[in-house]
């Protein structure tokens, strides 16, 4: 399996632009998780699907982030406008419901965001 | 609100000390307390403690839980260079529909110095 894809790998982009984030789950993956990581606030989540629907996104920062999940293997974090604060790197995770505690979630390698 | 707090944020230490990470968490629907090590790329997974007061090791690094008091420390001893990360705790959650989620602290910076 090739695991969680993210990309672009590396993003620098100028201030005011949008930015589009892209995410494919491991095959089979009913959850997906965007995550965003800061030198100031670690690694905070986002917004999470189950089943292509959000479930919960109230770690959204603001309005100016959305996420969508069209379907079961790809989903997008989008930020319009972009601004300096954004810069960080975001995570995309998947998992699969088990019986009992061994749930897995699956890191992607991150996309690196740079906002000039 | 969910929170988990890691200490000390940084610390640097010799090769060959023997460092303990601390982790606390406030939580509902608690499932697992996990622990994780970033170096440039993703986290990458070390152990899953599910049940206070088992010892969970692998090679220089043991971890334990106390579900009683809320909390988790990550032992290493013998460090070496190559341990220079940063040392990331997780409480996973329990979500409606039977899914878990993660909630991270902010981690703890080590690094390793000869």
């Known amino acids: 399996d090739a695991g969680v894809i993210q990309s672009p790998r590396h993003e620098v982009t100028e201030m005011g632009q949008e930015v589009t984030l892209r995410c494919k789950p491991i095959s089979g993956h009913d959850y997906l998780f965007w995550y965003r990581q800061t030198m100031m606030r670690g690694l905070e989540l986002l917004i999470y699907f189950n089943n292509n629907v959000p479930i919960d996104d109230s770690g959204m920062p603001e309005d100016r982030f959305s996420a969508k999940m069209p379907n079961a293997s790809f989903s997008t974090l989008k930020i319009q406008p972009s601004e300096p604060r954004d810069s960080a790197v975001y995570f995309c995770?998947?998992?699969?419901?088990?019986?009992?505690?061994?749930?897995?979630?699956?890191f992607g390698e991150g996309s690196w965001l740079t906002v000039v | 609100e969910d929170k988990v707090v890691q200490s000390p944020l940084s610390l640097v230490v010799h090769e060959g000390d023997t460092v303990t990470l601390n982790c606390s968490y406030e939580v509902t629907n608690f499932r697992s307390l996990l622990w994780y090590k970033q170096e440039k790329k993703a986290p990458t997974f070390l152990f899953m403690l599910?049940?206070?007061?088992i010892e969970k090791k692998s090679g220089r690094l043991s971890s334990i839980l106390d579900k009683k008091e809320l909390f988790s420390i990550l032992n290493i001893t013998a460090t070496q260079t190559g341990d220079s990360a940063i040392y990331l705790c997780?409480?996973?959650?329990?979500?409606?529909?039977?899914?878990?989620?993660?909630?991270f602290g902010t981690g703890t910076q080590l690094k390793v110095e000869l």
């Open positions: 997780a409480a996973n959650l329990i979500l409606t529909g039977g899914g878990n989620k993660l909630t």
């Open positions: 599910t049940s206070s007061g």
């Open positions: 995770a998947s998992s699969l419901i088990r019986s009992g505690s061994g749930n897995t979630i699956y």
